[in-house]
């Protein structure tokens, strides 16, 4: 489908995600129907956003973010500020109680801040509570990305707006709907599914049995991504949801290292960072990947996991993994090739 076909079904408020990235694959002729009557808002749409400093980018095209390609109920577009490309490096979602604690707060900063310092990208919602503890934590050392649940000339909370301000200027305020979207309440479980998306792990802190991060990290499971969480005062009940996640198995989180060194980018003996590649495998010439990638010829997702046997969820790391060090590309259609 065209980028304006795509950009028109972001428009549509009743457009179901279920199975959206099959049916936009597939060239369902019922979506071209639905885009039709879009068509021309859209194109308005994308000069305003413009002259407002918003941009847009749709599936298919190379700058889409790779980590989303397996979603079954990806966006057809996203609209952002800030560089889209810091999505190209490894990334990790914080997440949790926007009730926070201070104890709560101040971990969550120093976790983000010594994941950014390790060169990962940190991920999370600009809510109150620990995702904004997240977000400055981050910035203290690097860049971070905040997805909404509104649209992106829309911050909320609005106390927020100044954080995100200073979230763009290095990094990524993201959203899949369009400028002038409100913040309503069932739009912030949907985007839920991006900050898990986005990420290979998702770390919890503070959730409280009923939290929005249960949400996050249950997309995060859905999805194939790793799912940790930070213990906490079992007084408060604001952590009885992480406790739930560490009962059911997720990784036990106090530092930054730990969750470097869960993912493979942290080696346990020397302290150094490691290889991101989830399956780990050399990314050299035996690679599998770069093995069957005949120079010349592009290849989408579906191609290169049948002859590699890699799923989606441990392809995408490798494919990230390979294209940060130009040994393969993106092009048009979301498809990779070889590098020359």
């Keep these: 489908m065209t980028a304006d076909v795509l950009l028109a ?13 099959e049916r936009i694959r597939s060239e369902d002729p019922e979506l071209l129907d639905r885009a039709a009557p879009w068509l021309d808002a859209a194109k308005r749409a994308r000069d305003r956003a ?42 990790v ?35 109150r509570g620990i995702d904004s503890a997240a977000h400055k934590g981050a910035l203290a050392a690097g860049p971070t990305a905040a997805v909404l649940g509104s649209g992106p000339d829309i911050i909320y909370p609005p106390e927020h707006r100044t954080l995100a301000a200073h979230i763009a200027e290095s990094g990524l305020v993201l959203s899949e709907y369009p400028p002038g979207t409100a913040p309503l309440p069932f739009r912030f479980p949907q985007r839920n599914r991006l900050i898990s998306g986005l990420s290979r792990a998702v770390v919890v802190i ?15 499971l859905e999805q194939g991504r790793e799912v940790m969480a930070v213990p906490g005062n079992v007084l408060s009940g604001r952590s009885r949801g992480a406790h739930a996640l560490i009962r059911d198995g997720a990784c036990i989180v106090e530092r930054a290292e730990d969750v470097l060194q869960e993912l493979g980018l942290l080696d346990a003996r020397s302290g150094t960072r490691g290889k991101a590649l989830s399956d780990g495998s050399d990314v050299g010439s035996g690679d599998p990947v770069l093995r069957v990638l005949e120079p010349g010829l592009a290849y989408d997702l579906d191609q290169i996991c049948a002859a590699t046997g ?13 294209e940060l ?15 020359a």
């Design 93 to 127: 979602s914080v997440v949790g109680s926007r009730a926070a604690s201070a104890v709560g707060m101040e971990t969550a900063a120093r976790l983000a801040e010594g994941l950014a310092r390790a060169g990962v990208v940190v991920v999370s919602g600009l809510a």
């Design 50 to 91: 413009a002259a407002d400093g918003i941009r847009v980018v749709t599936l298919g095209d190379p700058r889409f973010p790779a980590a989303l390609l397996t979603l079954p109920d990806l966006p057809p577009a996203l609209w952002y500020r800030g560089d889209l490309t810091v999505l190209g490096r490894t990334a």
């Design 9 to 21: 079904l972001s428009l549509d408020p009743g457009l179901s995600r279920l199975n959206l990235a």
């Design 206 to 220: 503070e959730a409280a049995e009923n939290s929005g991060s249960l949400i996050t990290a249950a997309c995060a």
């Design 310 to 322: 890699l799923d989606g969820v441990r392809l995408l790391p490798v494919l990230m993994e390979l």
């Design 325 to 339: 060090r130009q040994m393969v590309r993106r092009v048009t259609g979301g498809r990779f090739m070889r590098s």
